[in-house]
Nanobody, 118 residues
Framework: QVQLVESGGGLVQPGGSLRLSCAASINIFSINALGWYRQGSGKERELVAQ???????KYADSVKGRFTISRDNAKNTGVLQMNNLKPEDTAVYYC????????????WGQGTQVTVSS
């Protein structure tokens, strides 16, 4: 089992910034891919950003140039820096860890609310 605990959500005005953290219960080097997903009201969950164990990253087109995903290996933590936030970024953000244990296993955090509003 892998436990993930998110923090850093909240209310911010359009154009503002937030930094989300995801603390993992295991050595972050062993996570095949660490990602952030979000689910807005009435919408499906979508991938926002992901970083692999090799350091490869990918982003949703809607957040490219505004969001940055990284890993703090010393703290076993994944970080999503979100800048120039827009109202459409409002959603519950979930941390995800993909483990390669012969087959792929997915683990999820409990989610953290991000609300962008004036």
């Amino acid at each position: 089992q892998v436990q993930l605990v998110e923090s850093g959500g909240g209310l911010v005005q359009p154009g503002g910034s937030l930094r989300l953290s995801c603390a993992a219960s295991i050595n972050i080097f062993s996570i095949n891919a660490l990602g952030w997903y979000r689910q807005g009201s009435g919408k499906e969950r979508e991938l926002v950003a992901q970083v692999t164990s090799r350091g490869d990253t990918k982003y949703a087109d809607s957040v490219k140039g505004r969001f940055t995903i990284s890993r703090d290996n010393a703290k076993n933590t994944g970080v999503l820096q979100m800048n120039n936030l827009k109202p459409e970024d409002t959603a519950v953000y979930y941390c995800n860890a993909k483990m390669d244990w012969g087959a792929e296993y997915d683990f999820w955090g409990q989610g953290t609310q991000v609300t962008v509003s004036s």
